[in-house]
């Protein structure tokens, strides 16, 4: 009766497009929203910035989230190929689409194991399964087919990638660039793939196999990398679901890397594996030179900027102290009461705007300053 009801036409309210939506077009949580100290300069000068969150629905960190994601699961399937004997090192990036595309939330989700059942009577011997509830739609595709014509963009650029330029962390500009299309992308070990031999109502395709797998050639991890990647940047996120999984033999029950081949060459994997995601996580956040020096930006300073790990090493030192201006000296002593001691915090509607961290920071140092010092001195400091 169960699979009866499944097989009706699904209504529209039914259709998971308000719950199930794709990483980074939520909104910022409270933690990465406010401003905080990052850094300070030479001369004394308080640097803000906004620290990421790396959570899947924050619009402005959800590449970290990405990143940690991806860096896992090369590293996962790399210990796999490496324990794998001959042609069973071979991966393959395989989709599959079940005939329906407008469900609901609960039935995108369940269809998930269908999917795996689909792909591993494929030949499949298990993997990394993305889930993907939408597919560009015809004006998306549109326009992005009228900016490689333009010559706009670099042949490497994804389409996602592209609409992202567009749409950002906006929802309602995503809804008018995709359409409802559930499908299953899979990162799967395959000695032989049969496309003939997967159960009605699913159509799965090879899309490519990665290149040969050789634990010393940086090119071999680069390669899962860019793909886990991409396809992480436009899974499906909705609250207390995964937006991808590990199954059949390469899943953690069934496949313990540091078991198999020892924790020193798990920990190498491992690295490897972070290496080679954090080679688009450079491209695609800050751009080249991100370990450049950095300087500070108050207007006329450029001294060097350092992080708040060395904040300690400098106001310890008596006569760089000296050498700064009191009000500089008031904000650094607040920066340490706050990232530190923690005794202090400005409230949310402070942590809005760089004008009122800096007053803040102010009035905070030069409260505590003051409070450390004996009377008869305190009143001769405030002259
Ligand atoms: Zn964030
Ligand atoms: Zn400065």
Same mark, same amino acid.
């Given at each position: 009766?169960?699979?009866?009801?499944?097989?009706?036409?699904?209504?529209?309210?039914?259709?998971?497009?308000?719950?199930?939506?794709?990483?980074?077009?939520?909104?910022?949580?409270?933690?990465?929203?406010?401003?905080?100290?990052?850094?300070?300069?030479?001369?004394?000068?308080?640097?803000?910035?906004?620290?990421?969150?790396?959570?899947?629905?924050?619009?402005?960190?959800?590449?970290?989230?990405?990143?940690?994601?991806?860096?896992?699961?090369?590293?996962?399937?790399?210990?796999?190929? /490496?324990?794998?004997?001959?042609w069973?090192?071979r991966?393959l990036?395989l989709v599959a689409?079940?005939?329906?595309?407008?469900?609901?939330?609960?039935?995108?989700?369940?269809?998930?194991?269908?999917a795996q059942d689909a792909v591993q009577a494929a030949g499949a011997r298990g993997g990394?399964?993305?889930?993907?509830?939408?597919?560009?739609?015809?004006?998306?595709?549109?326009?992005?087919?009228?900016?490689?014509?333009?010559?706009?963009?670099?042949?490497?650029?994804?389409?996602?990638?592209?609409?992202?330029?567009?749409?950002?962390?906006?929802?309602?500009?995503?809804?008018?660039?995709? =359409?409802?299309?559930?499908?299953?992308?899979f990162?799967a070990p395959c000695e032989d793939f049969d496309p003939d031999a997967v159960p009605d109502?699913w159509v799965v395709k090879n899309v490519?196999s990665?290149?040969?797998?050789?634990?010393?050639?940086?090119?071999?991890?680069?390669?899962?990398?860019?793909?886990?990647?991409?396809?992480?940047?436009?899974?499906?996120? =909705?609250?207390?679901?995964?937006?991808?999984?590990?199954?059949g033999?390469?899943?953690?029950?069934?496949?313990?890397?540091?078991?198999?081949?020892?924790?020193? =060459?798990?920990?190498?994997?491992?690295?490897?594996?972070?290496?080679?995601?954090?080679?688009?996580?450079?491209?695609?956040?800050?751009? /080249?030179?991100?370990?450049? /020096?950095?300087?500070?930006?108050?207007?006329?300073?450029?001294?060097?900027?350092?992080?708040?790990?060395?904040?300690?090493?400098?106001?310890?030192?008596?006569?760089?102290?000296?050498?700064?201006?009191?009000?500089?000296?008031?904000?650094?002593?607040?920066?340490?009461?706050?990232?530190?001691?923690?005794?202090?915090?400005?409230?949310?509607?402070?942590?809005?705007? /760089?004008?009122?961290?800096?007053?803040?920071?102010?009035?905070?140092?030069?409260?505590?300053?003051?409070?450390?010092?004996?009377?008869?001195?305190?009143?001769?400091?405030?002259?």
């Amino acid at each position: 009766m169960d699979e009866v009801e499944d097989d009706l036409p699904t209504p529209d309210r039914t259709y998971y497009g308000d719950t199930v939506k794709i990483p980074g077009t939520g909104s910022a949580p409270n933690r990465c929203r406010g401003l905080s100290p990052v850094g300070f300069c030479e001369g004394g000068h308080v640097a803000l910035g906004r620290s990421s969150c790396d959570t899947r629905y924050c619009p402005d960190h959800y590449l970290g989230w990405v990143r940690d994601g991806a860096a896992s699961a090369v590293a996962r399937l790399a210990a796999y190929r /490496e324990n794998a004997e001959g042609w069973g090192k071979r991966l393959l990036h395989l989709v599959a689409s079940p005939e329906a595309d407008r469900v609901s939330a609960d039935r995108f989700w369940s269809m998930r194991s269908d999917a795996q059942d689909a792909v591993q009577a494929a030949g499949a011997r298990g993997g990394y399964c993305i889930a993907h509830p939408y597919r560009t739609s015809d004006a998306a595709d549109e326009l992005f087919r009228t900016a490689v014509q333009e010559g706009n963009l670099s042949a490497e650029t994804g389409r996602w990638t592209f609409l992202r330029r567009f749409a950002g962390g906006d929802w309602e500009k995503w809804q008018s660039m995709t =359409e409802a299309g559930p499908h299953y992308h899979f990162l799967a070990p395959c000695e032989d793939f049969d496309p003939d031999a997967v159960p009605d109502g699913w159509v799965v395709k090879n899309v490519r196999s990665f290149s040969r797998f050789e634990k010393r050639d940086m090119e071999s991890f680069e390669d899962m990398a860019r793909a886990a990647w991409y396809l992480r940047t436009h899974g499906a996120a =909705e609250e207390f679901r995964q937006t991808a999984t590990w199954f059949g033999d390469v899943h953690p029950a069934s496949f313990d890397p540091e078991e198999e081949l020892g924790a020193v =060459e798990w920990d190498c994997i491992q690295e490897r594996a972070a290496e080679a995601v954090g080679v688009p996580m450079e491209e695609m956040r800050d751009g /080249e030179g991100a370990k450049e /020096e950095r300087t500070c930006e108050v207007d006329d300073c450029e001294e060097i900027l350092h992080d708040l790990d060395d904040l300690r090493m400098f106001t310890s030192d008596a006569s760089w102290m000296r050498s700064i201006p009191p009000k500089r000296r008031h904000r650094l002593r607040a920066v340490e009461i706050w990232m530190f001691e923690e005794s202090q915090k400005p409230p949310p509607s402070v942590r809005s705007s /760089e004008a009122k961290v800096q007053d803040w920071l102010l009035e905070t140092g030069r409260m505590y300053s003051d409070h450390s010092k004996q009377t008869g001195l305190k009143a001769f400091d405030q002259l």
